[in-house]
């Protein structure tokens, strides 16, 4: 099985910034992509930003400029760097990872999510 764990969400005022970690852990033989999604009060989840082995990332277009996905391959960890924040990007932050397992079985992952508020 993998495991996926998120840290770093927290409370912070309105163009201030936060950065966010994800890690995957257990029978991983390849991370095909990790990715951060969102869910605010009374809304659907929704992609924030995805990156792949290969390190191609694509964000939301609400994101862009402001967030920045990146990924260390040696820790199975990825980060969000969330920047110039603002009310509308609280929500609850949930990581996934696709990966390939030691059994060569595709798994796909979340994580239990970190709360993101930002205060105006």
């Known amino acids: 099985q993998v495991q996926v764990v998120e840290s770093g969400g927290g409370l912070v005022q309105a163009g201030g910034s936060l950065r966010l970690s994800c890690a995957a852990s257990?029978?991983?033989?390849?991370?095909?992509?990790m990715g951060w999604y969102r869910q605010a009060p009374g809304k659907q989840r929704e992609l924030v930003a995805t990156?792949?082995?290969?390190?191609?990332?694509n964000y939301a277009d609400s994101v862009k400029g402001r967030f920045t996905i990146s990924r260390d391959n040696a820790k199975n960890t990825v980060y969000l760097q969330m920047n110039s924040l603002k009310p509308e990007d609280t929500a609850v932050y949930y990581c996934?990872?696709?990966?390939?397992?030691?059994?060569?079985?595709?798994?796909?992952?979340w994580g239990q999510g970190t709360q993101v508020t930002v205060s105006s």
């Open positions: 257990g029978s991983i033989l390849r991370i095909n992509a």
């Open positions: 996934n990872a696709d990966v390939i397992t030691d059994f060569y079985r595709p798994w796909n992952s």
């Open positions: 990156i792949t082995s290969g390190a191609s990332t």
